[in-house]
């Protein structure tokens, strides 16, 4: 299936809400044309004050609605007493061509239970209620956001208390589309970097981004395969000679000696497909969450966060 970060506008996709056609929009060469306003933003805020503790961001990654709408909030609210610095909520979606089967499958346990956009934004609001520190970034594809459609939910995400974005399959040529419009109502766009990606393709990527990279350590989908760690770290070098955003690094980091080891060549470290294989694996014979769904994912989240943590 592999990464394919190009959306094809003029087709048609199946979603979890039927049939869509993508017109083509007006499309500007990345970084020509409107220009974004700088944000200072959650999560400007927070590399910073990380920074300046000489630690490495956690990044971590659930579902909204997995395996149902309580424990998913019970999960979310629990992720920065057990060490998340930054949150990555997936948007659920029937067709997620960049996940792995693990990610795909919490997507499906999420719309099984009835989880909707407009419910994946009640989450965002549920916890700003408790904590208005902790940076959130949406993670997903367009066509959900498309249907919503766009304009609505750009301003309902803002409202609700999101910090970014970052949405694989809308490619920097299509930044009218989502990024600038995001930009303008102070959402961080955050793009994805991978392996293939060369030197002659690395500006586009970085123009009109903010908040921070998210450089991919390997090529396919997530949860594949580990990734080398000299070969990240030198990557990621790369990347930072044409860049000041924090990187943050993700696909393949399951534990906390794999976390330590990527952080000390980045500015963050992603993990996802462990926890939402927690998930998967503390749930009862039905799917359903049990007493133990929660917790056993904040108790990873404490092991990678202290890996983290430790010299």
């Given amino acids: 299936m592999g990464m394919r970060l190009m959306l094809g506008y003029a087709s048609c996709r199946r979603h979890a809400f039927g049939m869509i056609a993508l017109t083509q929009p007006t499309v500007t060469t990345a970084g020509q044309g409107m220009k974004p306003k700088p944000i200072t933003s959650r999560i400007d805020r927070r590399f910073a004050a990380l920074k300046e503790r000489g630690r490495k961001a956690l990044v971590t990654f659930v579902t909204a609605g997995d395996p149902d709408y309580d424990t998913a909030k019970a999960i979310l609210l629990g992720l920065p007493a057990a060490g998340a610095d930054i949150i990555e909520l997936g948007m659920p979606f029937s067709d997620p061509m960049a996940d792995g089967p693990a990610i ?42 498309y249907v919503y459609p766009r304009e609505r939910f750009l301003d309902a995400a803002a409202a609700a208390g999101v910090d970014g974005l970052i949405i694989v399959d809308v490619p920097p040529e299509a930044d009218v589309e989502l990024c600038l419009p995001a930009v ?35 090529t396919g989908i997530t949860g594949a395969a580990a990734p080398e760690v000299n070969a990240v770290h030198s990557q990621v070098a790369q990347i930072k000679r044409s860049t000041k955003l924090p990187v943050a690094v993700g696909f393949g980091i399951r534990t906390p000696e794999q976390a330590k080891a990527i952080a000390a060549g980045a500015d963050a470290v992603v993990v996802g497909s462990a926890l939402v294989e927690t998930i998967r694996n503390s749930l009862g014979q039905k799917g359903e969450s049990t007493g133990n769904t929660a917790p056993a994912v904040l108790d990873l989240v404490k092991h990678l966060s202290g890996a983290l943590r430790t010299g």
């Avoid at 999420?110 to 994946?120: F, S």
């Avoid at 102070?186 to 998210?214: E, Q």
């Fill in 184 to 218: 303008e109502r102070g959402l961080n766009f955050i793009r994805l970097a991978t392996p293939t990606t060369d030197a002659k393709r690395l500006p586009a990527v970085l123009a009109n981004s903010s908040g921070f990279l998210y450089y991919v350590s390997i």
């Fill in 104 to 145: 795909q499958a919490s997507s499906l346990r999420a719309l099984k239970a009835g989880q909707t956009m407009q419910r994946t934004l009640d989450l965002v609001r549920a916890f700003r209620l408790e904590d208005q520190d902790t940076p959130i970034v949406l993670m997903g594809y367009y066509n959900p956001i």
